[in-house]
């Protein structure tokens, strides 16, 4: 019998979506490429994550409320995205933000979707915290969340007096 909270339990009324990402052998080589296709723009800004062990940069479609399109090149050879690009590569996850991470990480549990990894700093997100999910069709998921949340935590660690 399940228990009676997991029924309480909804998705996210502010799920967005933040950006889709793609991997690719080498972002240097096909960045600008990308963007013409897509009639997006490149900052030419690349950012290693060591949690992650990639090398992101992201896209910005003609509009800005168009969600962003992220290029993750290893960043080492035992990086998370190295067997997916040894199989060529390609469209690899959707990325949603939200509000309250790990209350929408405990619905997904609830609907059987398999937290891969918990919440973490993203080097790119000025230490925003993500959190990497699988779904039973295997949909590869990343939860981004919001930037005025994130403030607020450090703001409440840096309090003194607060211990932690």
Not at 97 to 124: M, W, Y
Request: positive net charge; aromatic residues 8%; proline residues 5%.
């Amino acid at each position: 019998m399940r228990n009676k909270g997991i029924w309480n339990l909804q998705p996210a009324q502010d799920l967005k979506l933040h950006h889709v990402g793609f991997v690719v052998s080498s972002i240097q080589d096909c960045a600008e490429s990308f963007a013409m296709g897509l009639g997006a723009t490149w900052d030419g800004k690349i950012v290693f994550d060591p949690l992650q062990k990639v090398r992101v940069t992201f896209l910005q479609g003609r509009s800005s409320a168009d969600p962003l399109i992220e290029l993750v090149e290893p960043g080492e050879l035992k990086s998370p995205v190295s067997r997916f690009l040894k199989g060529g590569g390609g469209l690899h996850h959707l990325c949603y933000e939200v509000e309250d991470l790990e209350s929408h990480l405990e619905f997904c549990k609830s609907v059987g979707t398999i937290i891969l990894r918990p919440p973490v700093p993203a080097a790119f997100f000025d230490g925003r915290h993500i959190a990497w999910a699988m779904t039973k069709k295997r949909l590869l998921l990343e939860f981004l969340e919001y930037a005025h949340r994130a403030e607020m935590a450090s703001r409440a660690q840096s309090r003194p007096g607060r211990a932690g």
